[in-house]
């Protein structure tokens, strides 16, 4: 082989590389890791079935607690 031959090869190799890099990038850069990631940690998660009824109950008497607990200040005191 000629050393013409093999510079042609190389830039022949350069253009489909240059052509080709978006498609290389969306894949195997920085972006498709972090993607990868997330799609990992959200597999991980659940929903978690709401008893919105006893919960708002529960929400309502602790929240009344806390008011009942709260120190106030008399206007005639001061």
Known sequence: MSW??????ALAIAVVAGA????FESRLG?????RR???????SLHVVPD????DAEDFAASVERDLA???TIDDGER
């Open 37 to 43: 990631e997330r799609i990992k940690r959200k597999s």
């Open 4 to 9: 013409l031959y093999i510079a042609l090869l």
């Open 69 to 71: 607990r709260l120190p």
């Open 30 to 34: 920085s972006d498709a890791r972090r």
């Open 20 to 23: 080709e890099w978006p498609r």
């Open 51 to 54: 008893d919105a009824e006893a």
